[in-house]
């Protein structure tokens, strides 16, 4: 089985910065993607930034020059530095694990953390 726990979220004025991390633990041979998801109340969860297990990486329009997404695949943690914050950021965000092999060979899918609240005053 494998947890994500997500960390780092809060409240924030508009234009400061906020650091997320998400560790993924248990039997983990490896992880292909890592991502960020965010939802705001009476929308739809929706990608914020995604990284591939060599680095690549793609961001929704609305964040891209203002977050950066990176990952340590040796302690299997992914980071999303948030910076220029606005009130619109304002959501919870989520971590995705997509591409899961298990150290006994099982492969799954994806898996999610229960989400780390961001709010940003204006």
């Known amino acids: 089985q494998v947890q994500l726990v997500e960390s780092g979220g809060g409240l924030v004025q508009a234009g400061g910065s906020l650091r997320l991390a998400c560790v993924a633990s248990?039997?983990?041979?490896?992880?292909?993607?890592m991502g960020w998801y965010r939802q705001a109340p009476g929308k739809q969860r929706g990608l914020v930034a995604v990284?591939?297990?060599?680095?690549?990486?793609n961001y929704a329009d609305s964040v891209k020059g203002r977050f950066t997404i990176s990952r340590d695949n040796a302690k299997n943690t992914v980071y999303l530095q948030m910076n220029s914050l606005k009130p619109e950021d304002t959501a919870v965000y989520y971590c995705?694990?997509?591409?899961?092999?298990?150290?006994?060979?099982?492969?799954?899918?994806?898996?999610w953390g229960q989400g780390t609240q961001v709010s940003v005053s204006s």
């Open positions: 995705k694990a997509e591409g899961v092999v298990a150290r006994d060979g099982r492969y799954a899918l994806n898996y």
């Open positions: 990284i591939t297990r060599g680095g690549g990486t």
């Open positions: 248990g039997s983990i041979f490896s992880i292909n993607n």
